[in-house]
């Protein structure tokens, strides 16, 4: 799944559009829940080398957030890295070179919004 295809979907699925917020990284860009406002996805363009990948360039990510029971077995799978610029406990990258199936990925998007959704109120008494 590529870039453009994350975002058609998640605009078709979740009316969402992706927001460019660095100026030194303008391909960059986040996915926001529309009703938390949290983050729930970001595609990055980042060097090889800083994903500890070997061969020089750059690979297209996608970070979204999972369950921390999951993340272990997933980073275990080709395509899987420990997150990138992200809480490693609750947040997996996900390479978009082709290795990792299109419902896959769609899934873990899901799944990442499901746990965008709650807003954590404060604990009251």
């Avoid at 996915?31 to 070997?54: H, Q, S």
């Avoid at 420990?82 to 299109?102: C, F, Q, R």
Wanted: glycine share 10%; hydrophobic share 40%; proline share 5%.
């Amino acid at each position: 799944m590529e870039k453009a295809a994350v975002f058609q979907w998640v605009n078709e699925r979740f009316g969402t559009q992706p927001e460019y917020l660095w100026e030194r990284s303008p391909g960059d860009a986040v996915l926001r829940n529309a009703n938390t406002g949290k983050w729930y996805a970001i595609v990055m363009k980042v060097k090889r080398d800083r994903l500890g990948l070997p061969g020089g360039g750059s690979a297209e990510i996608l970070n979204v957030k999972c369950d921390p029971l999951l993340i272990g077995s997933l980073r275990r799978e080709k395509g899987f890295l420990p997150a990138y610029h992200m809480n490693k406990e609750s947040w997996v990258t996900i390479l978009l070179d082709g290795g990792v199936p299109e419902e896959e990925i769609k899934n873990l998007i899901l799944l990442s919004y499901e746990l965008t959704s709650v807003k954590k109120g404060r604990k009251r008494g």
